[in-house]
C-alpha cells in the first residue's frame, strides 16, 4: 500500500492456488502476503503500513471483519525512504536494461546492413554466372541446330542414292519424318536431342539393313535380265521376279484395299484360295491366308460396295456342274486378324466359267458365265442383284427387322450355249454385255444393259458368228479406238487344229446397229485361255496365253501333246496398216497357262501367270514376270 496513505488500507486478497506476492521494503525487512489454503480456511491475511507507528497484520474473513487480535510490528519514518530508495533503483535498472536493449537493436541493424550487403552481392554474382550460362546454353542450342540441319542434309543424300531402288520411297519418307520430329523435339525441349539422334541413327541403320535386302535381292535377278536382255536387246526386259509353288493354278486377281494392303489372290482347280500379301521388307509375295474350296475355282472378280471389299469366286466343278459360286468379304475387324476374308454368300450356278461386276443406277450386280452340266452346254446364266441390309427403324423384329450385311438375290437370267467367257464395258455412256459361247458355232453375243426397273434387261445388239472358236474376251480402247479381242481356244470340235488364230474387231460407229463390230485382224495363237490388256509408257499391248498345241496319234485322233509354249504379247501400232496393226512383241514361257493379271505396284510392272498343267502332272509353278526398262546397257539393272 502506499506510504502516503493516513489510514491502513488492507492489501488486495489473494485468491487459492494464485502465486505468492512478495513486497520489499528494505534490504532487509520483507513483508510476505500470503494466500489462506481453500481446503483450510476461508480467512485471508491483510497488512497495513502507515506512515509512522507500527505496522499491524491482521486475519480478515471473507466480508474484511477482523479475526483475532492484530499481530503490530514496529516500524520508523525510514520506511518512506527505503521505498523512494527502491523506486529511484528500479528506475536505475530499467534505465541500464533500455540502454542495453538501444544498444542491441543498434548492433542488429548493423549486422542486418552488413547481412543485406552480402545478399545483394551474392545475388549479383549469381545473376552474372546466370547469364553466362545462358548465353553458353545458346551458343551451343545453335551448334545443334546445325548439327541437325548438317543430319537433315545426309538424309536428303542418301534418299538421291536410294530414290531408284524398289521400295526405299516408303523407308525414306519415314527418315525424313524422323528427322523433322528431331528438329521440332530439339528446338521444344534440348534435353531430347540425344534420344532424338538416337532414334534417327536406327531408322538411317534400318534404311542400311533394307538398302542390302534390295541389293541382295537384286543380284539374284540379275542373272534373269542378263539373259532376256542378251537374247532380246531390242525388246523390253521381262525378267522372273518370283515363282509360286502351286497345283492346277487357274487366276490371279490383284488389288489394294483402301489404298494400304496389296493383294494378290490365286484360284486353283484343285479347290483352294491363295491370298498373298506383299512384304516390303522381303520384296516378295507371302501368304496371308489359304481357304479350301469345295469345288474347282475357275476364275476371280474383285469389287466393292459401298467401300466393304468382295471376291466373287467362279466355281466350274464339284463332282458335279451343278454346284455353287462363292462370294467373299473382306473383314476390318477379324477374330483372327490372319484370317480376314470371310465367306459371304454361296450363289447357285452351272458350270461357272466365268464371273463379271457391274453397277446400273446405282445398283450392283454379279453375273456369271455357266459353260454346261452334265445334260449339256444349252444353259442358262444368272444376274444377281445386290440388296442392301434392311432397315427396321421401329424394332420390330420379324421378317423386316434390321440386318447388318446385304444379300444378292437372283435378278434376271438369259440363255447362253457353253458360255465361256464374259466382259461388261460402256461405250458412249451405253451399258454393254459381251458373252462368248463355244460351243454350236462359237460365236459372241453383245446385248445392251437396261436397268428401268430393279430387273435389268438385256437387249442383243450384234451376234459375231463364224468364228473357228469363241473362248476369253477383252474390250479396250486405244488411239480412241475400242477393240474386242476374241481368244480361240481349245474345244472338243477343234482339237485337230494346231495353229487356231485368235481375232481383233473393231467398233465402227459409222457402220449400221447390229455391225458395228468389224473384224480388224487376226493373231497367231494356240489353244488361248486368257487375255490381257495393259500399257507401258502409253504404248498399248496384249498378252494372249497360248495353253496348249495337239496333233494326232497313229490313228489319226486328235491328242494333247505339249503344254510348254511360248505364250505372247502383241503391241499395238498406229501407224501401222488397220489390218496389220497389232504385231508380235515378244514371247515369254508359260505351261499349260490358265490365267494372266498385270498390275502395278510401287511404279513397277508386273504380269501374273498362272500356270495349270504339263504333259504329266498339275503340280507346276506360277510364276510373276516384272517388266525393266531395256535402254540401258545389258547388265545394268535399271
Known sequence: RSAQSQNSHPMPRASSCEPIRTLSVTSALIFFLLAATASSSTNNL??????????????VDASGNPVGPPATIATTASLARARSEL?????????????QLEISVQNMNSDLFVAMQALQTTQANALNSLAV?????????????????????????????????????????????????????????????AQQATTLSSTLSLQATNLAALQSRLSLLQPYIRQACLSNPSLPGLGVAQQIDTSSATAFEYFTINGGTSYLVLSTFAGELRFYIYSLPLSTWVLQQAIPLSGGAQTLKYFTINSTSFLAVAVLHENTFNTNS??????????????????????????????????????PYLVFANLNNETGFAQTSTIYRYDPPVVDPMGMGGPAA????????????????????????????????????????????????DAPTLTPTLTLIQQISGLSGAGALSVFTTNNTAFLAIGNPLTSTNLSVTS???????????????????????????????????????????AVANQVTTTTNAAGVPILVNYTLKSSIFRFSPTSPLVSQWSLYRE???VGVSGLRFFTLMGLNYLAVANRMNATTTFVPSTLFKFYDNSVPCGDVW
Do not use: H
Open 46 to 59: 491483510e497488512l497495513s503500513v502507515p506512515v509512522n507507528g507500527s505496522a499491524q497484520l491482521v486475519y
Open 87 to 99: 523506486l529511484r533503483q528500479f528506475q536505475a535498472s530499467l534505465d541500464r536494461e533500455f540502454y
Open 133 to 193: 550460362s545462358l548465353t553458353t546454353f545458346n551458343a551451343s542450342l545453335s551448334n545443334r541446330s546445325r548439327d541437325i540441319t548438317t543430319l537433315q542434309g545426309e538424309s536428303s543424300q542418301q534418299r538421291v542414292r536410294t530414290q531408284a531402288l524398289e521400295d526405299s520411297l516408303a523407308s525414306i519418307n519415314s527418315t525424313a519424318i524422323a528427322t523433322v520430329s528431331l528438329q521440332t523435339a530439339v528446338q521444344g525441349n534440348t534435353t531430347s536431342i
Open 326 to 363: 462363292f462370294v467373299y468379304r473382306f473383314d476390318t475387324t477379324p477374330a483372327m486378324p490372319t484370317q480376314p476374308w470371310q465367306l459371304f454368300q454361296s450363289l447357285p450356278t452351272t458350270g461357272a466359267s466365268d464371273v463379271a461386276f457391274f453397277t446400273l443406277n446405282n445398283t
Open 402 to 449: 434390321a440386318t447388318t450385311l446385304g444379300t444378292f438375290v437372283v435378278a434376271q437370267t438369259f440363255p447362253v450355249v457353253g458360255a465361256r467367257s464374259l466382259v461388261y464395258f460402256v461405250l458412249s455412256g451405253v451399258n454393254y454385255l459381251a458373252v462368248s459361247n463355244r460351243i454350236n458355232g462359237s460365236s459372241v453375243n453383245i446385248y445392251r444393259l
Open 500 to 542: 487356231r488364230s485368235s481375232y481383233l474387231f473393231a467398233y465402227d460407229i459409222t457402220k449400221p446397229v447390229g455391225s458395228q463390230w468389224v473384224q480388224r485382224q487376226t493373231i497367231p495363237s494356240c489353244g488361248v485361255s486368257a487375255l490381257e490388256y495393259f500399257e507401258l509408257g502409253g504404248t498399248a499391248y496384249v
Open 588 to 590: 515369254f514361257d508359260t
